[in-house]
């Protein structure tokens, strides 16, 4: 799969992408992440209900630990493709994450130049 459509950079800086997908039945950006390992959601976005337990860790970049609260698997529509999310929990966090998991499960292929 190739990233161009929905693919949004912040300007000035062009640092950060966004990536708009379908969640919950609600249009959701999520901050692309190739430098984490997980994907993470906020638990202002899904259900509490549907938390798995896990033993799962996360790391922000400076190395503090992101309280995780457990591991979901939701349903997420990219443009017309149905696929799915497998990500870490917690209440710390405000916006969705899109981790190397999720790249690395679907072969995302991220062409910085388009």
Do not use: C
């Not at 017309?80 to 190397?100: K, Q, R, T």
């Amino acid at each position: 799969m190739v990233l161009t459509n929905g693919v949004e950079f912040n300007p000035p800086s062009g640092e950060k992408a966004h990536l708009r997908l379908r969640m919950n039945g609600q249009w959701i950006t999520a901050l692309l992440d190739s430098g984490s390992e997980h994907s993470l959601l906020p638990t202002w976005l899904i259900n509490r209900l549907l938390i798995q337990p896990t033993t799962q860790l996360a790391l922000a970049a400076n190395g503090t630990e992101i309280p995780v609260l457990g591991t979901i698997t939701v349903p997420v529509m990219l443009g017309p493709e149905h696929l799915e999310m497998e990500a870490l929990v917690s209440d710390d966090i405000n916006e969705p994450i899109i981790g190397l998991n999720w790249l690395a499960k679907y072969d995302i292929v991220w062409m910085f130049q388009q």
